[in-house]
């Protein structure tokens, strides 16, 4: 079986400061990994991915994540935040075993203050 | 891009009565649509997965005489709440993928029923 921990529900943190929005997950097979970003009563949109390859992967607002293989996770990282990066992230993953669907973290919500 | 929309945004509706959502691929074919319900600073929880042409098929605890899912057609989906209940009040997303493999789900803007 396959699950996805997002070990803070909120991370509060002043505009330009970094960020770092954490998760793990659990699964005896290969993953593919995911990051969404939800804004305010609005569908999810995907933020970035690893599907194989480098274990970097970055999207195109300045976000970056990183797969690690050994601990599990797939943490979500940005150097400096916007005010318009105010939303609530979800971690997923999907597993060879688990056939092909996604299982989401509980979220994250990023609260960035001016 | 690969965009899916939802219909209606929101809807409120009394006790009793029944609610239809759409949930359309616009400018690709979803072999596969998916269902989930999210509850107020929650994750989203999947309903029901739907391959066109074929039944649905529901996750543990979701009432399928309830939440009636048809995929008619390889860009519509619809999902029914029938004699909906103050407590189905909920924001219900859906997504579409296509093929049956690794792919990238491609989600809806979500639709907020409110059952009074």
């Known amino acids: 079986a396959q699950s996805v921990t997002q070990l803070d529900s909120q991370v509060p943190v002043f505009e330009e400061a970094p960020v770092e929005l954490r998760c793990n997950y659990s699964?005896?097979?290969?993953?593919?990994l995911f990051w969404y970003v939800q804004y305010p009563n609005q569908g999810l949109q995907l933020l970035l991915k690893?599907?194989?390859?480098?274990?970097l992967v970055e999207s195109i607002n300045g976000f970056e994540a990183e797969f690690n293989k050994s601990q599990t996770s797939f943490h979500l990282r940005k150097p400096s935040v916007h005010i318009s990066d105010t939303a609530e992230y979800f971690c997923?993953?999907?597993?060879?075993?688990?056939?092909?669907?996604?299982?989401f973290g509980g979220g994250t919500r990023l609260m960035v203050k001016p | 891009g690969a965009v899916v929309s939802q219909h209606p945004s929101w809807v409120i509706c009394k006790s009793g009565t029944s609610v239809k959502i759409e949930c359309r691929s616009l400018?690709?074919?979803?072999?596969?649509m998916f269902w989930y319900r999210q509850f107020p600073k929650q994750s989203l929880m999947l309903m029901a997965t739907?391959?066109?042409?074929?039944?649905?098929?529901?996750e543990q605890g979701v009432e399928k005489d309830k939440f009636l899912i048809n995929h008619a057609s390889l860009t519509l989906s619809t999902l029914t709440v029938t004699s909906a209940h103050p407590e189905d009040s909920s924001f219900y997303i859906c997504?579409?993928?296509?093929?049956?493999?690794?792919?990238?789900?491609?989600f809806g803007p979500g639709t907020r029923l409110t059952v009074t």
């Open positions: 997504s579409a993928r296509t093929g049956t493999g690794i792919g990238e789900q491609y």
């Open positions: 699964s005896s097979v290969s993953v593919y």
């Open positions: 690893y599907l194989s390859g480098s274990t």
């Open positions: 997923a993953v999907i597993s060879n075993n688990a056939g092909n669907m996604l299982t």
């Open positions: 400018d690709f074919q979803a072999t596969t």
């Open positions: 739907s391959n066109e042409g074929s039944k649905a098929t529901y």
